[in-house]
T-cell receptor, first 117, second 111 residues
Framework: KAGVTQTPRYLIKTRGQQVTLSCSPISGHRSVSWYQQTPGQGLQFLFE???????NKGNFPGRFSGRQFSNSRSEMNVSTLELGDSALYLC????????????????FGEGSRLTVL | QQPVQSPQAVILREGEDAVINCSSS?????VHWYRQKHGEAPVFLMI?????EQKGHEKISASFNEKKQQSSLYLTASQLSYSGTYFC????????????FGGGTRVLVKP
């Protein structure tokens, strides 16, 4: 069974640009979550999607957005990039339905490492 | 609000034991533990549901004290392969049922 695939793996952008990151979950998983990982802040929750609906959102500015497609693939977009957006962006998929059932086991991709110059 | 992990780092000799703690200020539905090796994705270790059930993964076990909103991860007879950063993730209604991770505990096991 193929794991979670994230593209691109590495990218360099300059301040003010925008970036789109892609995540293909494990086949059959309908829940996709995004996390930002930095050395100082650890893993920070960005958002979670389930069946094309954003179910949860973390405390990030509106420059961070995402969406999920009918095939469960997800994208996140960061507009007007700032130096502080440099981080590893991790996507995780789950077979769980969340909500009252809680969060199930997360399967993480290897991440997209974004460097903003 | 993210859970608090302690210690932030620990160095062990092979065969030694260690405990990593995770505390939350919110009533928890579950606690998750993940391990991330350098340059790799975090990997799931176990989930503990409220009820105090203890789970195990090889010689790594954990407990969950629901009343204190605390979980502890026990590394027993540590092996070199246990090196990595351990993250606890907490799931609570108050947090909107999203998994919120602690800052991580870096574990280094030396021969």
């Amino acid at each position: 069974k193929a794991g979670v695939t994230q593209t691109p793996r590495y990218l360099i952008k300059t301040r003010g640009q925008q970036v789109t990151l892609s995540c293909s979950p494990i086949s059959g998983h309908r829940s996709v979550s995004w996390y930002q990982q930095t050395p100082g802040q650890g893993l920070q929750f960005l958002f979670e999607y389930f069946s094309e609906t954003q179910r949860n959102k973390g405390n990030f500015p509106g420059r961070f957005s995402g969406r999920q497609f009918s095939n469960s693939r997800s994208e996140m977009n960061v507009s007007t990039l700032e130096l502080g957006d440099s981080a590893l962006y991790l996507c995780a998929s789950s077979s769980g339905t969340g909500g009252l059932m809680g969060t199930g086991e997360l399967f993480f991709g290897e991440g997209s490492r974004l460097t903003v110059l | 609000q993210q859970p608090v992990q302690s210690p932030q780092a620990v160095i062990l000799r092979e065969g030694e034991d260690a405990v990593i703690n995770c505390s939350s200020s919110k009533a928890l539905y579950s606690v998750h533990w993940y391990r991330q090796k350098h340059g790799e994705a975090p990997v799931f270790l176990m989930i503990l549901l409220k009820g105090g059930e203890q789970k195990g993964h090889e010689k790594i076990s954990a407990s969950f004290n629901e009343k204190k909103q605390q979980s502890s991860l026990y590394l027993t007879a540590s092996q070199l392969s246990y090196s990595g950063t351990y993250f606890c993730g907490t799931d609570s209604k108050a947090a909107g049922n999203k998994l919120t991770f602690g800052g991580g505990t870096r574990v280094l096991v030396k021969p």
